[in-house]
């Protein structure tokens, strides 16, 4: 089946280090994104990348990196430098272009918990 | 000024109600608009495109206004089935890879 995973489901996080939040698309989609969404709130662009081996910061970059080093993945890291980062995490993933049949596929997210 | 902006809500409705939600966005050039349903917990998961022309599937039935920058969603008979956040979508820049959305309305549809 085609689609976009995340992993972990949920993750827990001592304060000062880094983590890792994978996602994985077999939709042979160009466009990956990363957003944040704090309870109650709407999502947040973190990074988002058009095409491999390229990637632009979104509105809330400070404190995350990401990579895109293949087309179907794109991780991102969340560094102790982000000071808040107890959020639900959705990746997504689009073709290129602006048609109405182009709407953004979300994985199932990853809730970070800080402790 | 937002470049999507939603009424939060939350819209709190009987059974077979009709509801409507509106949604303005600030960037002319804006290309393309969707509206996502997101349940509580879960991922945003498209609920339908908006035509230029205004779009129907089945209870639902969306408007856009391009000159008012205004978007647009009737749901129709609603069922409890239909409490959630629904979000308002809007693309732009080349390749459409810009993505806004809006902060979402809730909806609470009650027996």
């Known amino acids: 089946d085609g689609g976009i995973t995340q992993s972990p489901k949920y993750l827990f996080r001592k304060e000062g280090q880094n983590v890792t939040l994978s996602c994985e698309q077999n939709?042979?989609?160009?466009?990956m994104y990363w957003y944040r969404q704090d309870p109650g709130q709407g999502l947040r662009l973190i990074y988002y990348s058009q095409i491999v081996n390229d990637f632009q910061k979104g509105d809330i970059a400070e404190g995350y990196s990401v990579s895109r080093e293949k087309k179907e993945s794109f991780p991102l890291t969340v560094t102790s430098a982000q000071k808040n980062p107890t959020a639900f995490y959705l990746c997504a993933s689009k073709v290129a272009g602006a048609g109405l049949d182009n709407e953004q596929f979300f994985g199932p997210g990853t809730r970070l918990t800080v402790l | 000024r937002k470049e999507v902006e939603q009424d939060p809500g939350p819209f709190n409705v009987p059974e077979g109600a009709t509801v409507a939600f509106n949604c303005t966005y600030s960037n002319s050039a804006s290309q393309s608009f969707f509206w996502y349903r997101q349940d509580c917990r879960k991922e945003p998961k498209l609920l339908m495109s908006v035509y230029s022309s205004g779009n129907e599937d089945g209870r639902f039935t969306a408007q856009l206004n391009r000159a008012s920058q205004y978007i647009s969603l009737l749901i129709r008979d609603s069922k409890l089935s239909d409490s959630a956040t629904y979000l308002c979508?809007?693309?732009f820049g080349t390749g459409g890879f810009k993505t806004i959305f809006g902060a979402g309305t809730r909806l609470f549809v009650k027996a």
């Open positions: 939709l042979n989609h160009d466009a």
């Open positions: 979508v809007v693309t």
